[in-house]
């Protein structure tokens, strides 16, 4: 336990910036796994650990977004039940992942999102309740389906899918990131007691990074209902840029 006191600091404090970007846009375990890695643990135990983090995060991100009364709970309800089943699979998937392949999907990915976000195709449709009708449900539970695989399976960059997956339904960024924090907490519940069951976590690590983002989950809500939509737009613009040059070209 000694070897690790060193890393407990430096696990805070890129914690507090990774909760910070998870609530705002997303991205954040592309900063803390690499980190964990780095610090010795195999992948699996890294992916597995960063989810302590993940999860405590969002707890109080949650009650920052309640507190201000923007977190539409009709639509984070629908959104949450597929996501949980696609959880638990794509967590009981993640044995083995080629980083080079797995990089540059995500890179692409987060470059489609890039797009997304600075034409803004919605804009005109945008408001603070969105109607769902049954085609959109359909619509929605599919897509966190998908969601919840990728997240139980990997987490980083889950954001930048889930910002997609709300954009295209015309709600505003500050109510996606409530209804993202509340669907990734809930199955990270899940994809969680996947890497415990199978021994992939390492707690000390784990709980330290938690305390860094748990303090950045706390401060991120305040950032986005304070600043806006067109605010946490530049931040989401500015972090997938840079994470996606570094996927690409600094694999």
């Known amino acids: 336990m000694d070897a690790y006191i060193w890393q407990?600091?430096?696990?805070?404090?890129?914690?507090?910036?990774?909760?910070?970007?998870?609530?705002?846009?997303?991205?954040?375990?592309?900063?803390?796994?690499?980190?964990?890695?780095?610090?010795?643990?195999?992948?699996?135990?890294?992916?597995?650990?960063?989810?302590?983090?993940?999860?405590?995060?969002?707890?109080?991100?949650?009650?920052?977004?309640?507190?201000?009364?923007?977190?539409?709970?009709?639509?984070?309800?629908?959104?949450?039940?597929?996501a949980l089943v696609g959880s638990w699979v794509g967590a009981s998937l993640a044995i083995?992942?080629?980083?080079?392949?797995?990089?540059?999907?995500?890179?692409?990915?987060?470059?489609?999102?890039?797009?997304?976000?600075?034409?803004?195709?919605?804009k005109r449709l945008r408001k603070e309740g969105i109607e769902i009708a049954f085609a959109r449900k359909a619509v929605i539970v599919v897509s966190f389906f998908g969601v919840g695989i990728y997240g139980g399976f990997v987490q980083a960059g889950v954001g930048f899918i889930v910002i997609t997956a709300l954009l295209v339904h015309g709600l505003d960024l500050v109510r996606i990131n409530a209804i993202k924090v509340f669907v990734i907490f809930c199955y990270t519940f899940i994809a969680l007691g996947v890497f415990?069951?199978?021994?992939?976590?390492?707690?000390?690590?784990?709980?330290?990074?938690?305390?860094?983002?748990?303090?950045?989950?706390?401060?991120?809500?305040?950032?986005a209902v304070d600043k806006g939509h067109d605010w946490i737009k530049k931040v989401v613009t500015l972090t997938v840029l840079v994470f996606a040059l570094k996927l690409l070209f600094f694999p």
């Not at 699996?44 to 009364?69: L, S």
């Not at 999907?105 to 470059?111: D, P, R, T, V």
């Not at 415990?196 to 950032?223: E, R, T």
Request: one cysteine or more; glycine letters at 12%.
């Open 96 to 122: 083995s992942l080629d980083d080079q392949i797995f990089n540059r999907l995500l890179a692409l990915i987060m470059l489609g999102v890039l797009v997304f976000t600075t034409l803004d195709p919605m």
């Open 8 to 82: 407990l600091p430096l696990l805070f404090a890129v914690g507090i910036i990774a909760g910070i970007l998870n609530v705002l846009a997303g991205g954040g375990s592309l900063l803390t796994l690499p980190l964990l890695i780095f610090m010795g643990l195999p992948s699996a135990v890294a992916n597995g650990t960063n989810r302590i983090a993940i999860f405590c995060q969002n707890i109080f991100a949650i009650r920052g977004f309640r507190k201000r009364g923007v977190m539409p709970m009709e639509l984070a309800l629908l959104c949450t039940p597929p």
């Open 196 to 223: 415990i069951w199978h021994d992939q976590v390492n707690y000390l690590l784990g709980f330290a990074l938690a305390a860094g983002n748990s303090l950045g989950g706390a401060i991120g809500p305040k950032l």
